[in-house]
Each structure stands twice: as C-alpha cells, then as structure tokens.
C-alpha cells in the first residue's frame, strides 16, 4: 500500500471547499465522494513511492518529509482538476506538477523535484552538515588604512 502524502483536509486548506466538493462529486449530490478521494491519495502515494523506492527504503515513517508533502498536494491537485476534464493548459496545477515530475523521459527534458531527489541533489530534509557552507556577506565597512595613513593587511 502507497503512503498517504496528501490528506483531504490539507487539500481543503489549499483549494476552496466548494471547489474540491465539485472535483470530487460526481453524483450531483453537492458532497465530494470520499471513494473517489481515496483513489487520488492511492495514486499519488503510488507515483511518489514509484520514485523515490528507487533511492530509499519503504514506507518513509512519520514525520514525512514536508518536500514529498508539497508534491503529493500539487500532484492530487493535478488529478482532481483532470478528472473533471481539465488537461494540458487548461488544468491550472499542470506547470507545478510537470515541475515535480519533470519530463525527463522527454527529448530535451529537464529533471523534476521527484528526479532530483532519487539522484541525491536535493535532500528529502533539512542537511545541517552540508559539504559546502551558506554564504556569508560582510556588512562592515574594512579598514585598509591604519591612524597614520599606512596600509593595514
């Protein structure tokens, strides 16, 4: 069974509840189907841990790294707006969802945030002990010149 990178009210937060009902209801009955919400959250969680199985051990224990959670909402975002019809540019999650997946697979594809996970470009969290340091940025003004106007090293 996929992990549940999404929950139904972490997608209520991010879309208007009126929206996510009409996504979700295909009956007419004004309620989002929660069946069919399940399926997204299992298709989701199936295309995250399709990737990223390729690098770590599965099922990720919780916390679950707030990266994989950003892209299991963009993703069932994406779906919910294709169930309904809405695709290529007409669906409005299509550019953040091709940015987590990436079009790799594609003649002159760039990889996706997904990709670059599995490759060990970008973390799954926080790195404390990076090998290269943060920039740091001098603020004060140097002195190159000493009280006798000799120069100082």
């Given at each position: 069974m996929?992990?549940?990178?999404?929950?139904?009210?972490?997608?209520?937060?991010?879309?208007?509840?009126e929206i996510t009902s009409q996504l979700l209801d295909d009956t007419g009955a004004g309620t989002p189907d929660m069946?069919?919400?399940?399926?997204?959250?299992?298709?989701?969680?199936?295309?995250?841990d399709g990737k990223i199985g390729q690098r770590y051990a599965l099922p990720l224990v919780d916390p679950l790294p707030q990266v994989l959670l950003n892209a299991g909402f963009v993703l069932a975002a994406?779906?919910?707006y294709q169930r309904k019809g809405?695709?290529?540019?007409?669906?409005?999650?299509?550019?953040?969802?091709?940015?987590?997946?990436?079009?790799?697979?594609?003649?002159?594809?760039?990889?996706?945030?997904?990709?670059?996970?599995?490759?060990?470009e970008l973390p799954l969290s926080p790195d404390l002990?990076?090998?290269?340091p943060s920039a740091s940025v001098?603020?004060?003004r140097t002195r190159t010149?000493?009280?006798?106007?000799?120069?100082?090293?």
């Open positions: 996929a992990t549940a990178y999404i929950t139904f009210d972490q997608i209520i937060a991010g879309l208007p509840d069946d069919i919400w399940q399926q997204i959250v299992a298709a989701v969680g199936q295309e995250i994406e779906l919910l809405f695709f290529g540019d007409s669906n409005p999650w299509l550019a953040r969802a091709t940015a987590v997946r990436g079009t790799a697979g594609q003649q002159g594809g760039q990889p996706g945030l997904l990709d670059k996970i599995v490759t060990g002990n990076r090998k290269q001098i603020t004060e010149h000493s009280a006798t106007g000799r120069l100082s090293i």
